[in-house]
């Protein structure tokens, strides 16, 4: 896939964002909450992660996305986007302490460029992953 239009890659997440979550129902008391995009929920939601091999410059996909998600919530935002020939764009903070896979309140979106795109990418993939918890029955 190489990715060239955010027009049809922003409709893409918003009907993947859109589905319900059905299969999760838990059935007993105890609540267990998670923190993502800056807030409490007690399901967790679902990501979207773009994977490409070639694209537009990272740079210019970057502001394209990022001027076209500023007004949206942080959970209806494509969360981080992997070229693998040129990096992957991920989450900055406002106080620019470290990357992170997934948008966070004053986050913007930057590139980073780096020839070993999936290792970085599966790296910022893993904080958020690991407060995933599975319920055995």
Request: with cysteine; aromatic share 8%.
């Amino acid at each position: 896939m190489c990715i060239r239009d955010s027009d049809n890659v922003l409709a893409n997440m918003e009907s993947v964002r859109a589905l319900q979550k059905l299969a999760y129902q838990p059935d007993f008391p105890l609540v267990r909450n998670v923190t993502i995009y800056g807030q409490q929920v007690p399901i967790w939601p679902v990501m979207y992660f773009l994977f490409a091999y070639e694209g537009i410059d990272l740079q210019t996909l970057a502001n394209n996305l990022a001027s076209r998600q500023m007004n949206r919530p942080l959970d209806r935002r494509i969360d981080m986007i992997c070229v693998l020939d040129q990096g992957v764009i991920c989450n900055c903070p406002p106080d620019q302490s470290m990357y992170t896979c997934l948008p966070t309140p004053g986050s913007l979106l930057v590139p980073c460029r780096t020839k070993k795109a999936l290792l970085l990418f599966y790296t910022l993939l893993s904080a958020p992953l690991n407060q995933v918890w599975l319920r055995c029955v």
